[in-house]
């Protein structure tokens, strides 16, 4: 998943930096954030040391920011800053078992936060990776088409509908998932990757429309 994940999101950022009139490009990266999502709970899941995690994912979160600023002009937090913020409501949620009245207060809490502040996909992120986290994998896909129906008539999010054909292929097409995942993605690939491209995509797309430098590739 993780190498779907990269391609996607790649996708996504090419269409948004160099083709924002076309569709295509975005409905296509719509996948990339369940891909993420999905296999940063695994990850947690996995994980033999949930503090090392958390750093690690807050690192390439902090390694990110200038580079997704410098690459798409916003003022918010990037995405895989939203999801270190997401495991660390994963992990209190595990600390507060049994205390559902905080675990609710907890959830509502880091929601309102990613959603009132600039961070990327807002509230729309937690409950995602809510859903990878508690919902039984049948459900995965009902409840994530009513997220996507709540954030269209809210915000106005139509191209999110298609992040729905991820969940779909986790649920009912783990073989294709698993065909995908026999490209194996070296780690420091994984960890890289995202502030990165990032990195790359901005300089190139900068350069590019840059009069100047344009000028000059073309008297060469």
């Given at each position: 998943m993780q190498?779907l994940?990269?391609?996607?999101m790649l996708?996504?950022?090419?269409g948004l ?9 975005r ?6 954030l ?17 503090k ?6 807050a690192?390439?979160a ?6 997704y600023q410098?690459a798409?002009?916003?003022?918010e937090?990037?995405?895989?800053g939203?999801l270190f913020v997401c495991?660390?409501?994963?992990r209190l949620l595990?600390q507060?078992k049994?205390?559902q009245v ?6 509502a809490?880091f ?11 807002g509230?729309?992120i937690?409950?995602l990776?809510l859903?990878y ?7 995965f ?5 009513s997220?996507?129906v709540?954030s269209?008539f809210i915000?106005g ?6 992040s729905?054909?991820a969940?779909f ?8 998932i ?11 690939v994984?960890?890289s ?8 995509l901005?300089?190139i797309?900068?350069?590019t429309s840059n009069?100047?430098?344009i000028?000059?590739?073309?008297a060469?």
């Amino acid at each position: 998943m993780q190498f779907l994940a990269m391609l996607t999101m790649l996708i996504d950022h090419i269409g948004l930096l160099w083709f924002p009139e076309s569709s295509a490009w975005r409905i296509v990266g719509r996948l990339a954030l369940p891909f993420y999502a999905f296999t940063m709970v695994l990850g947690y899941f996995r994980t033999r040391d949930v503090k090392r995690y958390l750093r690690r994912v807050a690192w390439i979160a902090v390694l990110s920011q200038l580079p997704y600023q410098f690459a798409f002009d916003r003022l918010e937090v990037n995405t895989v800053g939203s999801l270190f913020v997401c495991l660390l409501l994963l992990r209190l949620l595990d600390q507060w078992k049994g205390k559902q009245v905080l675990q609710v207060i907890a959830a509502a809490g880091f929601a309102a936060i990613l959603e009132f502040f600039p961070f990327s996909y807002g509230a729309y992120i937690v409950l995602l990776v809510l859903i990878y986290r508690y919902a039984q994998i049948q459900w995965f896909a009902l409840f994530h088409f009513s997220l996507n129906v709540v954030s269209f008539f809210i915000k106005g999010w139509f191209l999110q509908a298609f992040s729905l054909f991820a969940t779909f292929l986790i649920v009912y097409w783990p073989g294709f998932i698993r065909s995908a995942d026999k490209i194996k993605v070296p780690r420091l690939v994984w960890r890289s990757f995202y502030p990165l491209h990032l990195a790359v995509l901005a300089i190139i797309y900068h350069l590019t429309s840059n009069q100047v430098f344009i000028d000059i590739l073309r008297a060469l």
